[in-house]
């Protein structure tokens, strides 16, 4: 019986031109998407590798000089793309691309994407994930929101129902059928995207993420077509049945996202890059007291460090006070830096962490974020990779300052490494983090997901229970 | 239902023969229907609510913007007077024991690294009006004698999150908001009124259909207008804009005369699809359809080609380049000088450049690696200028994206106010270089009396008649698919087959 239901439905709603039409571009839309996708992938993945190659070889083809002189030449830290940012490029055009790793300073990342592009950006960009987030629960409601109410306005309910079919049963039919008819625009498009994502190299790496996020895309359907038929059950004509499902659908993926911007910013407010800087400076300059100037630091610095060797003046020391002194300069400088962008990055966090509890209002919320995070393109990743960049940058200040410590004697910034120091440091190696990280991090989203698809459910099958024919 | 007693209504007053004119007693019920209507209420509050969010959201961006300008301000003005005071007490004549030390005597401990000077962009007094790309884009510049990329940084601090959905600002009510309203309220003029069996009625009387028509957009088109102008004249006066100021005025209304056109635009879409679309149903799809295909997918697309067919150089191979070129600039700087003179006879004359000077060395490099990344700063703005000529043609198909700018325009948080911004910065940044370089190079130092010398930044406006030139071009290509709608609608409005 579901099934002859199922067939029912199917049939006439791939009859209908509109729906046809609406699925086919749905379906180019991904598909061009997901091209273009690729070839940006592919494209940011090769100028990317080059570029780290590069700054490598910069770093290893330095001539002998002083090792705190090959600190401030530094190297330059570039973000690698995600494969699956093929899908869905996320926070990606918003975040500079690459920073620079020298002495002292944790550098800011630079060339927001985003940026250098006109004002039409703003819009958004063409991803397979803002198509499936957006348009597919658009086409759900098309085949949806006349299934009951368009009947009951026909007439045809009354006889369905006078002929024994339990309502369950008539809404599964149903549900199966609108599913029959989606499922012809979303599993080529699953398909395609499948193929696109394990056809690039490391591809086949992403497969555990891609398919959380399968799933999670399925379910985010399953809470819309749910919706759509609760509300087609409730509706009295068609006509209010649809005015409904897209007004919801206005309010949750047009409206919520934006004002929840604004929220999460007056929320957990962040202070202004110049407020940042000049807090940072403060620390920087007179230590956390801020009373202690540097030159009085230095003279405490200086007078334990020659009380640990034993010795009276620093010209008896067995190792370069300059070293100690730029190694200790380091030390108070990461203190500072975690003080402060840890502060920073847990702002970030707790408005990322708001948006996603928004979710409760707004299915989308959760599925962007969850898409985001399973691509590699979120917040929490990026700050990742900036984190690993500067734990980097320290590693290579310890070994330049260890280098110099050891080697050099006294105050003095004569003293020239050999160049095999330059090669004998281990380059950036990012490696990004797993699957289970990004799940552990968004529990909350795919929680939300779930009551959402099976709240709906609950709802559809109440409302369809006690419709009135 | 409401709609059968008021038309009823109009029949009866026809009939009776009390009517001022058709048309007005047109209007006075369709008003009174649509006041009767749930629909126009929740629509109207919903939206009057979501302005004023919006407005105070712009307002609030506008202060904060506002407030770090004036604090860097006012930091550079303290730092001045600093080197005022200092300079004031010392004598000029002693020489320099530190090129390094931080002696305002010493022309780069003005402008180097460690002194310098924000150039900034104060919000206009209207930037509430649109957020724009005034979150994304830098509203301030350290600028040093330092290389053009080194004054070209410096992001206000801002969740990726937050940029990635944009702010909730008066723009996008108007551009994304607006025009659902406007179908929201007008999408089954026709269809609802033939679903009710009322049109035929009304139209049994001595009423034309186009009276009619006029009459229901009319009045839907003054409600959706003065909520907005209403909401946005309060927001002007909480923020305490000053309207009788120059150039306020006339942004206001030209804010007004596009929203105006816009409004015509999207009327005119509803006046189509009610006149080719039967079922109440069938046009809220249609409607729906049009809205997501111009508002929400053309621009997307429009960036989608003009980035794919012009892409902007690569900003990573970029940072290695510079690499690459300054550490091949730095090994041939001893031979730098001789180049660099023939570019500035004046310090050649002056015969006191002297190349062991730490500083000196560095302008010749500086100098070299700007000459040679010149050709690429150009090539990503000409691909940047074709992107956004691909944008500027396909405007007729994006209505979204032409108000968008033209708002943007209008507030003052557009990409033309900015780009304009960062290149009187770079020229700044040039006149900066100029003044301490030479200094330096002569080893001339710095006394009270050269303070006032130093240059300065102020943002030259740019004449509010340009920006009216395309707020009126933004008006004109909104106005032309307009006309057009309405032609169209109105010629097969004659068509209309009011039975069935």
């Known amino acids: 019986m579901i099934m002859t239901i199922a067939r029912k439905e199917f049939t006439e709603m791939f009859r209908d031109g509109r729906v046809r039409s609406g699925g086919l571009a749905l379906l180019l839309l991904v598909g061009g998407s997901l091209l273009y996708g690729m070839r940006q992938t592919q494209q940011l993945a090769t100028e990317r590798d080059t570029a780290r190659q590069l700054t490598r070889a910069h770093w290893v083809s330095q001539p002998a000089k002083n090792p705190h002189s090959a600190a401030h030449y530094g190297i330059y830290a570039f973000k690698p793309r995600a494969t699956l940012a093929t899908l869905d490029d996320g926070v990606d055009p918003y975040v500079g691309v690459t920073t620079w790793l020298e002495a002292h300073k944790q550098n800011e990342f630079q060339f927001r994407p985003a940026q250098d592009a006109t004002s039409a950006q703003r819009f958004g960009t063409l991803t397979a994930a803002t198509t499936l987030q957006l348009l597919v629960p658009l086409l759900i409601i098309l085949l949806g929101f006349a299934v009951f109410a368009g009947e009951r306005e026909q007439g045809t309910l009354r006889q369905v129902l006078s002929l024994g079919v339990k309502p369950s049963v008539l809404g599964a039919g149903k549900a199966l059928g609108v599913a029959g008819v989606l499922s012809l625009v979303l599993i080529p498009a699953a398909v395609l995207g499948v193929i696109a994502i394990t056809g690039m190299p490391d591809g086949g790496s992403d497969l555990v993420r891609l398919g959380v996020m399968i799933v999670s895309y399925i379910a985010y359907f399953v809470a819309w077509l749910a919706l759509t038929l609760a509300i087609s059950a409730f509706a009295s004509t068609a006509r209010v049945s649809l005015a409904a499902s897209l007004g919801v659908w206005m309010l949750v993926c047009i409206l919520a996202p934006r004002l929840m911007t604004d929220v999460v910013r007056s929320v957990h407010p962040t202070p202004s890059a110049s407020a940042f800087a000049a807090a940072m400076k403060r620390d920087l300059d007179g230590g956390f007291d801020g009373h202690a100037t540097g030159a009085q630091r230095e003279k405490l610095f200086e007078e334990a460090v020659l009380k640990k060797y034993g010795v009276d003046s620093l010209s008896q020391l067995p190792v370069s006070f300059a070293g100690l002194s730029l190694h200790e300069g380091e030390r108070h400088g990461d203190e500072v830096f975690d003080k402060h962008y840890g502060a920073l990055w847990t702002t970030f966090a707790e408005q990322e962490r708001v948006r996603e509890l928004a979710a409760v209002v707004s299915p989308v919320l959760a599925m962007r974020s969850l898409s985001m995070a399973l691509a590699g393109t979120d917040v929490a990743q990026h700050l990742h990779f900036q984190n690993a960049a500067e734990q980097y940058r320290r590693s290579l200040m310890t070994a330049m300052n260890g280098e110099m410590t050891m080697k050099s004697k006294g105050q003095d910034f004569d003293y020239k490494a050999d160049p095999s120091t330059w090669s004998n440091v281990a380059p950036f190696d990012y490696e990004a983090p797993s699957a289970a990280w990004v799940l552990q991090r968004h529990t909350p989203a795919m929680l939300f997901l779930g009551v959402w698809a099976a709240g709906a459910v609950l709802l559809a099958g109440w409302s369809i229970g006690r419709m009135t024919p | ?500």
């Open chain 2, 1 to 500: 239902m409401s709609a059968v007693s008021a038309s009823a209504e109009v029949v009866a007053r026809a009939a009776s023969g009390t009517a001022h004119s058709p048309l007005r007693t047109m209007v006075a019920h369709e008003w009174r229907v649509l006041r009767a209507d749930r629909m126009l209420l929740v629509v109207a509050l919903l939206f009057a609510a979501l302005l004023g969010v919006a407005l105070w959201n712009g307002v609030t961006w506008s202060r904060f913007q506002t407030r770090v300008v004036g604090e860097l301000a006012q930091a550079d003005s303290s730092r001045f007077a600093r080197y005022a005071d200092t300079l004031a007490v010392m004598t000029p004549g002693t020489p320099l024991a530190d090129p390094f030390a931080p002696d305002p005597r010493n022309p780069m401990t003005i402008g180097g690294a460690r002194g310098g000077i924000t150039a900034s962009l104060t919000p206009s007094q209207l930037s509430m009006l649109a957020v724009g790309q005034s979150d994304l884009m830098p509203y301030y510049y350290r600028v040093t004698t330092g290389l053009r990329q080194a004054v070209l940084k410096g992001d206000e601090i801002e969740n990726p999150g937050n940029l990635l959905t944009g702010r909730f600002d008066l723009a996008f009510v108007i551009v994304v908001l607006f025009p659902l309203v406007i179908l929201a309220l007008s999408y089954n003029m026709l269809s609802g009124e033939r679903e009710d069996g009322t049109l035929a009625l009304v139209l049994s009387q001595p009423v034309q259909l186009r009276s009619l028509i006029f009459a229901k957009l009319g009045v839907r088109a003054v409600t959706v207008l003065s909520i907005a102008a209403a909401l946005v004249l309060a927001g002007l006066a909480v923020a305490r804009v000053d309207l009788t100021a120059a150039g306020q005025l006339s942004t206001s209304l030209w804010w007004f005369a596009i929203v105006v056109a816009y409004t015509a635009f999207w009327f005119g879409v509803a006046l189509v699809v009610n006149v080719l679309v039967r079922g109440s149903a069938a046009s809220a799809v249609t409607v729906v359809t049009v809205w997501l295909v111009l508002v929400v997918l053309a621009p997307v697309l429009v960036n989608l080609v003009a980035q794919a067919r012009y892409p902007t150089p690569s900003r990573v191979a970029f940072t290695t380049n510079v690499r690459t070129v300054t550490n091949d600039a730095n090994k041939v700087a001893d031979r730098l000088l001789s180049k660099y003179l023939v570019d500035h006879p004046e310090l050649a004359t002056a015969g006191t450049v002297n190349m062991d000077d730490f500083w000196t060395r560095t302008f010749m490099v500086q100098d070299t690696i700007e000459k040679t990344l010149a050709p690429y700063y150009d090539a990503f703005d000409a691909q940047l200028a074709q992107q956004q000529a691909v944008v500027t043609t396909a405007r007729v198909l994006t209505p979204a994206l032409l108000m968008q700018t033209a708002l943007e325009d209008l507030a003052g948080t557009g990409l033309t106010r900015w780009q304009r911004f960062r290149a009187q910065t770079l020229d700044f940044h040039s006149r900066w270089q100029r003044f301490f370089s030479e200094r330096q190079m002569r080893q001339q130092k710095m006394s009270a009396s050269d303070l006032p010398s130093v240059p300065r930044f102020t943002y030259v406006e740019e004449p509010g008649t340009a920006v009216a030139h395309r707020v009126l071009s933004a008006i004109l290509w909104l106005l032309l698919p307009a006309g057009a709608l309405w032609a169209f609608g109105l010629s097969r409005l004659r068509r209309y087959s009011v039975a069935g």
